[in-house]
């Protein structure tokens, strides 16, 4: 059974830290990786993917890549109370399998 | 002004009624998918579709049934058979790529059988 998992939370952290955010994924041949921010009540909103080992910037946000160890991460800087929000990562397989993996999400709570 | 749109954004069924959510997207994606969304289980895949007048059967598809006639259209029938069908229902499309099939979401249906 492919799986992704995340820890739950609740993720606290005081306004204008680092939120730091992990996933960490069973099949090895998943090649593309997803950082998505859910509001409640609201639909999924993509922050980033990445593929390739190593780090991806895109403004406050950075994910992390470590396929040896098979985890991701996002981190969060400068994070803002409008980060609090339900963080899921998503993994997808290799080949013509378009199907992704999801977690099932960490709380974070930032706290002003 | 691309996106994709359900509708309608909430729905109240009877029990042993169908009901069909609507997916539209004017996005030029290839690929169409439905998720359900119950508190504390993640995103669970209902079906997904690469091609028009092609689909696949996800995780979770016994009650439900979906069509693609047309590329921008991906609808779903919450049947009778399916027991539990009060959920929050999701439609996303993404490309078709070498390494990468970014998934972009619709606001979502929320259905409730009274």
């Known amino acids: 059974q492919k799986e992704v998992e995340q820890n739950s939370g609740p993720l606290s952290v005081p306004e204008g830290a680092i939120a730091s955010l992990n996933c960490t994924y069973s099949?090895?041949?998943?090649?593309?990786f997803f950082w998505y921010r859910q509001y409640s009540g609201k639909s999924p909103e993509l922050i980033m993917f990445i593929y390739s080992n190593g780090d991806k910037e895109d403004g406050r946000f950075t994910a992390q890549l470590n396929k040896a160890s098979q985890y991701v991460s996002l981190l969060i800087r400068d994070s803002q109370p409008s980060d609090s929000a339900t963080y899921l990562c998503a993994a997808r397989g290799a080949g013509n399998n378009r199907k992704l993996i999801w977690g099932l999400g960490t709380s974070l709570a930032v706290n002003p | 002004d691309g996106g994709i749109t359900q509708s309608p954004k909430y729905l109240f069924r009877k029990e042993g009624q169908n009901v069909t959510l609507s997916c539209e997207q004017n996005?030029?994606?290839?690929?169409m998918y439905w998720y359900r969304q119950d508190p504390g289980q993640g995103l669970r895949l209902i079906y997904y579709?690469?091609?028009?007048?092609?689909?696949q059967k996800g995780d979770i598809a016994e009650g439900y049934s979906v069509s693609r006639e047309k590329k921008e259209s991906f609808p779903l029938t919450v049947t009778s058979a399916q027991k539990n069908p009060t959920a929050f229902y999701l439609c996303?499309?993404?490309?078709?790529?070498?390494?990468?099939?970014?998934?972009?979401f619709g606001p979502g249906t929320r259905l409730t059988v009274l």
């Open positions: 099949d090895r041949g998943s090649q593309s």
């Open positions: 579709s690469q091609i028009v007048n092609d689909f």
């Open positions: 996005l030029n994606h290839d690929a």
């Open positions: 996303a499309s993404s490309i078709i790529g070498p390494r990468t099939d970014t998934q972009y």
